[in-house]
């Protein structure tokens, strides 16, 4: 298996697992993540950079039973591109949710450098199902 892809898929299980240590030995000490849409705070492409990453980590990776279906991975000489579907619980709601994505890894000294998620938070919030979102996908 390719190295990036190996890291690129280790960070998500690490993220699963709500591991902050392991996931911060991959990334590089210039690590930025910007979510490319605006999010309930107004904010525009909100992001997260080695500078405030440890704390904002914890948040981050603090989602119970979160998992990812990955649906394709491709990896070209400086980055990573995987096609998934996010779900996680929500305790106060009593729901699942689940989000369509394509996440973008670029590296630099064999660590992820920059990041980017693609997503369209209004299908975020609706709740959708396995059954619904496999549509997607023939």
């Not at 190996?6 to 591991?19: F, N, S, T, V």
């Amino acid at each position: 298996m390719d190295q990036k892809i190996k890291i690129a898929l280790e960070i998500l299980d690490d993220e699963i697992k709500g591991d902050v240590k392991n996931a911060l030995q991959k990334m590089h000490e210039d690590y930025s993540m910007t979510w490319v849409y605006k999010n309930k705070k107004g904010i525009l492409f909100p992001y997260i950079t080695s500078e405030n990453i440890k704390s904002e980590l914890n948040e981050v990776y603090n989602f119970p039973e979160r998992k990812y279906d990955i649906k394709n991975v491709c990896s070209s000489e400086k980055c990573v591109i995987i096609e998934m579907i996010e779900s996680y619980y929500d305790p106060e709601d009593k729901k699942t949710y689940r989000t369509p994505q394509i996440i973008v890894l670029e590296y630099k000294d064999n660590k992820i450098r920059t990041g980017r998620h693609y997503c369209d938070p209004q299908i975020s919030y609706l709740n959708l199902s396995e059954e619904t979102l496999n549509k997607i996908y023939k």
